[in-house]
């Protein structure tokens, strides 16, 4: 009991060190580092950045040339037309096509996925929002949806199944050939949207559907049977860990496919056209994508810790240009070179790319092994001066070797069996 | 023999218990006509969306009430015989000092899940009226935390009281202070999912400390 105890303190003292002590350094030593918030110029034809430097915000292009406020929103007349308009300077066409307003509005989208949304707990129930009542607004309905061996409504207020609508529902599946269990869900249950696509759902087959409330009738589609037949192939060989779902004024992009393999593509129009975006840096699990749109371009930009990278469509999506840029991480910097040294390992319990609880454990430099080396060396030292067994004190031996500053900080404090 | 101490620790706590059991079920009963009343009040989408998509399980308020329940239960168990130096006579009974401390702290132990048990049936119950199947797994995930923070608390508080020096005592408050807040990061509903097994392997490894202290106590270090 006496050897479980010790072994409980020196197992506890060096998870909690490994989480408090690296912790506390980095409030000390952690510089703020913004990556840049990119743009790109329909006027000048080159992406402009916003960039925190030194804690001043300053507008600058990719050769580094500083531009004034004013002059900056000139060349971004379609991100900042509000105030163009207010100045009147904004231009009453730009490349050849006249600038309203309204369409300047009616043209812009912008989604957002952030890696947080891919690993984050979630209840598998689904409200099945009614996308042609003939309301101006989209209502909540009354009953959630939840997929087992077929489909089943659940009715908020009784808190029962409703069999009637469930039925229909499985039946409509069958009829589609839905090949139960769902493996993917995607969808976007608010009712803030200007319309509702419903939910895409991927069958065990890799089969995408579309379902919607139509009238109070289901509308599953396969989107295979919907694409071109020269298409079907793309379609079927898509591998999906993540559909995005998020409605926009224009009905331009009806959604988006994260394959497992990082590769995304935005699914386009009424002929669920497929377009794969040509980013070369996207890892969905640890940097954001943004997909920004107006009325000439689409710019597609992802934001990760060491890695900002953009890439400029046309409407057709075809590539004009691309940018990437790659960021001191902060285990490059001194401070993190330092920490890398001092602390033998880090471990995390909380993460920004997941909504989990979970042991992030990050190793340090291969330097930290010599200071726990010289530790233990100097631990034995001690023991010997002092005459007392090593034998003995193998925990503690151990403690310090795979532990280092942490194992040794313990020793000096825990309390002892002799 | 267990039946003894238990029955000596009941004669010694009921009181405190009752007071204990009677507070933790008042707030558990309290919350749950509060989930009643708010059903009453809004309707019954507004509820489950604020349950799927925000996380908002109505049984938020009683988090730490587990762990305050520990540590009262430690302290009101083993302050009265560290006080009057009692502990002494229990560690020269003939059954060896492991035992008496373990039997101790089993009894302890007991008493706090006859708190902490019908609390928690009464959340899977209130909550089973006006939520789906769903909703059960989202609350004893995260009801697990708390529960587990009461043991670990209990057990901590225990070490703590059994240890002798003042030196020590304050490295048990750090420890435990640091280790405690880990079960409190976040009320989302599943966020312990991956590291449930961990905190509870953990808790139940606690149980040497306590030992481990009235070792050094009965060795004088």
């Known amino acids: 009991m006496k050897l479980i105890a010790r072994l409980t303190l020196l197992i506890t003292g060096i998870v909690l060190l490994a989480h408090y002590l690296p912790a506390g350094y980095w409030l000390v030593a952690d510089k703020s580092q913004r990556a840049p918030f990119i743009f790109y110029s329909c006027v000048s034809n080159q992406f402009l950045f916003n960039r ?60 957002r996925i952030k890696p947080v949304v891919l690993d984050s707990p979630a209840v598998a129930l689904y409200p099945l929002i009614e996308s042609d009542s003939g309301r101006v607004r989209l209502e909540m309905p009354g009953d959630f949806m939840r997929f087992g061996r077929g489909v089943e409504f659940i009715d908020v207020k009784s808190n029962a199944v409703i069999a009637g609508k469930s ?100 699914v386009v129009g009424a002929d669920y056209q497929l377009v794969a975006l040509p980013l070369e840096h996207y890892n969905p699990t640890t940097t954001a994508l943004s997909v920004r749109g107006d009325m000439l371009n689409r710019l597609v930009a992802i934001n990760g810790e060491a890695q900002v990278e953009a890439v400029v469509l046309t409407r057709d999506y075809q590539l004009v240009d691309r940018y990437a840029e790659t960021l001191p991480a902060r285990k490059d910097r001194l401070a993190g070179k330092l920490a890398g040294i001092i602390f033998p390992f880090t471990l995390e319990f909380e993460s920004e790319t997941s909504g989990y609880v979970g042991f992030h454990l990050d190793f340090g430099r291969p330097a930290a092994l010599w200071l ?47 | 023999m267990f039946q003894a101490t238990l029955y000596k620790e009941w004669i010694k706590l009921r009181l405190y218990w009752a007071l204990l059991f009677a507070a933790n079920l008042g707030f558990a009963a309290y919350l749950s006509l509060r989930l009643r009343a708010v059903h009453e009040f809004n309707t019954a989408v507004t509820i489950w969306g604020a349950w799927i998509f925000k996380g908002y399980l109505f049984f938020n308020a009683y988090h730490y009430a587990p762990l305050v329940t ?66 059960q797994q989202n609350l004893w995930l995260t009801l697990s935390p708390w529960l587990l923070a009461g043991y670990a608390g209990y ?43 961990g905190f509870a392997l953990w808790t139940v490894i606690l149980f040497s400390l306590p030992l481990f202290s009235s070792y050094r106590f009965r060795k004088g270090l």
């Open chain 2, 155 to 197: 057990l901590l508080a225990a070490t703590l009281l059994l240890e002798t020096t003042w030196r020590y005592r304050i490295f048990y408050l750090l420890l435990g202070g640091a280790a405690l807040r880990l079960f409190f990061l976040g009320d989302f509903y599943d966020t312990y999912l991956r590291v449930l097994s």
């Open chain 1, 52 to 111: 925190v430097i030194n804690g001043e915000l300053s507008h600058t292009d990719s050769h580094g040339k500083v531009y004034e406020r004013e002059e900056f929103e000139s060349l971004l007349p379609l991100d900042n037309y509000l105030q163009l308009y207010k100045d009147r300077r904004m231009p009453k066409e730009i490349n050849g096509v006249a600038v309203t307003p309204e369409k300047l509005r009616r043209d812009r989208i912008n989604l």
């Open chain 1, 167 to 266: 039925a229909q529902f499985t039946a409509a599946f069958a009829t589609a050939k839905f090949v139960f269990p769902v493996k993917l869900v995607g969808g976007n249950p608010s009712t803030l949207k200007p319309y509702d696509e419903g939910y895409f759902l991927v069958d065990s087959q890799n089969s995408i559907f579309q379902l919607r409330l139509v009238r109070g009738e289901p509308e599953l589609k396969r989107l295979t049977d919907l694409v071109a037949p020269d298409k079907q192939p793309l379609w079927a060989g898509l591998k999906p860990l993540y559909l995005h779902v998020q409605e926009q004024d224009n009905h331009e992009v009806r959604f988006i496919i994260v394959e497992e393999s990082g590769r995304t593509h935005l």
């Open chain 1, 372 to 418: 726990n080396g010289g530790l233990l060396a100097a631990l034995i030292g001690w023991l010997l001066v002092r005459k007392q067994s090593l034998v003995h004190r193998v925990p503690e031996l151990l403690a310090v070797a795979v532990g280092g500053v942490f194992g040794f900080l313990l020793v000096l404090l825990m309390p002892q069996a002799e």
């Open chain 2, 70 to 135: 520990g540590l009262l239960m430690g302290a009101l168990q083993f302050l009265p015989e560290i006080f009057s130096k009692r502990i002494r006579l229990v560690l020269h009974l003939p059954i060896g000092e492991e035992r008496v401390v373990a039997q101790h702290l089993l009894a302890g132990l007991l008493l706090l899940t006859l708190i902490l048990a019908p609390v928690a049936a009464l959340f899977a119950f209130t909550s089973g009226i006006y939520f789906p199947a769903e909703f």
